[in-house]
């Protein structure tokens, strides 16, 4: 079975900074060869997209986030990271990782963004 496993949330002070990791394992999927992506769920809201690869190899970010976050990833590690710089107290929810082929979801990770 597939399985993504994010790590690295936190509590952090607003203007910090926080690298989520998403390990994926399990079957046969490489990440190299699938496009993945970013969401997060605040308390009371929708769960949202904050950045997206897609097949095209173009990647996507929300407005909110752009110049903030940054995608990453390690093939050889199967990991997918999130780097995000000058965090703000609107940032705090649930961040999850997803594979954009297949939808397969991660069991999120709390980030708390304190004022």
């Known amino acids: 079975q597939v399985q993504l496993v994010e790590s690295g949330g936190g509590l952090v002070q607003a203007g910090g900074s926080l690298r989520l990791s998403c390990k994926v394992s399990g079957g046969d999927l490489r990440i190299s060869t699938i496009p993945m992506g970013w969401y997060r769920q605040a308390p009371g809201k929708q769960r949202e997209r904050v950045v997206v690869?897609?097949?095209?190899?173009?990647?996507n970010y929300d407005n909110s986030v752009k110049g903030r976050f940054t995608i990453s990833r390690d093939n050889a590690r199967n990991t997918v990271y999130l780097q995000m710089n000058s965090l703000k107290p609107e940032d705090t929810a649930v961040y999850y990782c997803?594979?954009?082929?297949?939808?397969?979801w991660g069991q999120g990770t709390q980030v708390t963004v304190s004022s």
């Open positions: 997803r594979t954009m082929s297949y939808a397969y």
């Open positions: 690869e897609t097949s095209g190899g173009v990647t």
